[in-house]
């Protein structure tokens, strides 16, 4: 069974940043996968935010584009997403998961972006 977990989120100033990582477990055969984070803000679907594929390619959400950055390291099975520049449309939990996705979710790593 694949689990994800999620950490690093918190409350940050606009304009500030945080980096959010996410470790997998599980029969998911980390390396050949393709990975995102996925984020949902309260009162809206999920959406997808950055995307990664195994062979390092990255894609990105317009409203994300220029001030995220999505990374993994197969060795660790993990997945990072650096956030700069957030502002409070910032603020959602954020998952990761397989590209399609899974399933099966973790709990997320709540962003609050507020002064």
């Known amino acids: 069974q694949v689990q994800f977990v999620e950490s690093g989120g918190g409350l940050v100033q606009p304009g500030g940043s945080l980096r959010l990582s996410c470790a997998a477990s599980g029969s998911i055969f980390f390396s050949i996968r393709d990975m995102a984070w996925y984020r949902q803000a309260p009162g809206k679907q999920r959406e997808l935010v950055a995307g990664i594929t195994s062979g390092r390619s990255t894609n990105y959400a317009d409203s994300v584009k220029g001030r995220f950055t999505i990374s993994r390291d197969d060795a660790r099975k993990t997945v990072y997403l650096q956030m700069n520049s957030l502002n409070p449309e910032d603020t959602a939990v954020y998952y990761c998961?397989?590209?399609?996705?899974?399933?099966?979710w973790g709990k997320g790593a709540l962003v609050t972006v507020s002064s």
């Open positions: 998961n397989k590209l399609p996705a899974y399933d099966t």
